[in-house]
């Protein structure tokens, strides 16, 4: 297989829950833990599994598509990189995740959840046909950080009801929201040489203001949840907190990253996200 010289030979070993697209599920989970625990909802295990693969088939999906899209030597990261050499192994990996996803939601679960589940189906495929086939060079579009924090939440929602406090989920699924948001825009920023040579758009290249406002989001966002935690109370305050201490460390994050390398900076960027371990196991 042909393989671009720009790339090491070998990724290291902390790039490949990136490369194999999980870590974007794992932050999911987590999440979809600490407000099911927040907000009394009955979560059983089957809703982690589906939230889970189905999270790692959008991306799968995404990544297969655009691996398939692209001029090898134009690709700039292992994780395209994997899914363009890799492209058959991953598809036969996806049908059949696929397929298990589908047994297991149909087998395990309600109407009313199957109904909510497949309404987020749509979004995702009209995402990923307007991401990497009508609109992916247009500047007028959507911003993608956007879309996929959007997207994101509502995985991390479907299962989350009934709950005991309509409060508690808001202010859990709007913290999620944020740093999800922050999260993506602070990566589309450090990978601006890479989405230039894919062809894509993203926020921190539809202008250089945008890029300067992006790197103040981190902090913008830790200051909203001290006052939404101010406002609210203590009641919904232990996902606020979460979010705030995630926000706090991709602003350091963002500071480092010329030090660290983009690609480090990625993979640390996603385990900020993964504040809510703490409380899950001081709960537990």
């Not at 395209?80 to 297991?104: D, E, K, P």
């Not at 699924?173 to 740093?179: D, E, H, M, Q």
């Not at 203590?234 to 705030?244: F, K, Q």
Request: charged share 15%.
């Amino acid at each position: 297989p042909l393989v671009n010289s720009s790339l090491p030979v070998r990724p290291h070993w902390w790039q490949w829950p990136t490369i194999l697209s999980l870590d974007a599920p794992v932050v999911c989970l987590v999440w979809q833990a600490l407000l099911a625990r927040t907000t009394g909802a009955s979560l059983r295990w089957p809703h982690a599994v589906v939230l889970a693969a189905s999270v790692w088939l959008a991306y799968a999906a995404d990544r297969l598509l655009e691996g398939w899209r692209l001029d090898w030597r134009f690709v700039r990261t292992q994780r395209h990189h994997f899914y363009q050499r890799q492209r058959f192994v991953v598809a036969a990996a996806w049908l059949l995740i696929l397929a298990a996803n589908v047994t297991m939601a149909v087998t395990t679960m309600d109407a009313r959840e199957l109904v909510r589940g497949l309404l987020l189906v749509a979004p995702v495929l009209v995402y990923l046909l307007s991401h990497q086939f009508l609109h992916r060079a247009s500047r007028w579009r959507a911003p993608k950080e956007l879309i996929v924090a959007g997207l994101l939440t509502s995985g991390v929602a479907v299962f989350l009801w009934p709950v005991s406090s309509i409060l508690n989920l808001a202010a859990g699924l709007g913290t999620f929201a944020v740093v999800s948001f922050v999260n993506c825009a602070l990566i589309s920023s450090w990978e601006r040489e890479v989405d230039r040579s894919h062809g894509q758009t993203s926020l921190a290249l539809d202008s250089d203001q945008a890029a300067r406002l992006i790197r103040w989001l981190p902090w913008l966002a830790a200051l909203a949840g001290g006052a939404s935690i101010a406002v609210l109370g203590s009641a919904p305050g232990v996902p606020i907190a979460c979010g705030i201490l995630s926000a706090i460390l991709m602003g350091l994050l963002d500071r480092a990253e010329r030090r660290l390398g983009w690609a480090a900076a990625r993979v640390l960027a996603d385990v900020a996200l993964l504040t809510p371990i703490a409380p899950l196991l001081w709960i537990a």
